[in-house]
């Protein structure tokens, strides 16, 4: 069974930086690959970028040069980078194991112009 929490959503300029956090309780998070997702509203939840548990991340188009996706293993933690935010970047955001079709309750991110 999985748990997971995220937080640091808010409400950002154009332009600006946001880091989102996602606490994970889970055995063996170490070896699970992990993701962030959103999903604007009205839309369809996809996928920002992922991790594998040793670390090699992997991103969707819109997020690669903006966003970096990292872990620390130890502390359960997945973390989302997110700078130069855009209006489109505006939408709830989500982590979970890739496998796992358990989600939070998700983070808000509002970027305003």
């Known amino acids: 069974q999985v748990q997971l929490v995220e937080s640091g959503g808010g409400f950002v300029q154009v332009g600006g930086f946001l880091r989102l956090s996602c606490h994970v309780t889970?055995?063996?998070?170490?070896?699970?690959?992990m993701g962030w997702f959103r999903q604007a509203s009205g839309g369809q939840r996809e996928l920002v970028a992922s991790?594998?548990?040793?670390?090699?991340?992997n991103y969707a188009n819109f997020a690669r040069d903006r966003f970096i996706i990292s872990r620390d293993n130890a502390l359960q933690k997945v973390y989302l980078d997110m700078k130069g935010l855009k209006v489109e970047d505006t939408a709830v955001y989500y982590c979970?194991?890739?496998?796992?079709?358990?989600w939070g309750q998700g983070t808000q991110v509002i970027v305003s112009s």
């Open positions: 979970k194991p890739i496998w796992s079709g358990t």
């Open positions: 889970l055995q063996e998070f170490a070896s699970e690959a």
């Open positions: 991790i594998t548990g040793s670390g090699w991340p």
